[in-house]
């Protein structure tokens, strides 16, 4: 696993969100690239953005030649709790959360 650098903040990162993170980089290594951590509770996000309560962060895609089974790959591992979205604006990363209440 990479941090993008040091800009990104792990300050008050639940850990149920990081108890996910040894399920999370060996997919990305099937699919052919590192986990790259690009932002948590720091960066510029949605007001009520779960980045902000240490629940959220976006890993880099960069090279991923197959997006959707990654996305596939993730949400099939994780917990029903856990939940992805590809950025479909920026294209450079998805956005993963943890869903406490869900």
Not at 26 to 48: E, M, W, Y
Request: glycine share 6%; with cysteine.
């Amino acid at each position: 696993m990479q941090i993008k650098d040091s800009s990104v903040s792990f300050d008050g990162i639940q850990p149920e969100l990081l108890a996910t993170l040894p399920i999370i980089e060996p997919i990305f290594n099937q699919f052919g690239q590192q986990l790259v951590i690009t932002s948590c509770n720091d960066g510029q996000h949605a007001v009520n953005s779960l980045h902000y309560k240490g629940l959220a962060f976006d890993c880099r895609i960069w090279d991923v030649k197959d997006v959707p089974g990654l996305i596939a790959a993730l949400t099939s591992a994780l917990p029903a709790k856990c939940w992805i979205e590809p950025m479909a604006t920026a294209k450079d990363h998805i956005h993963y959360e943890f869903r406490k209440g869900s």
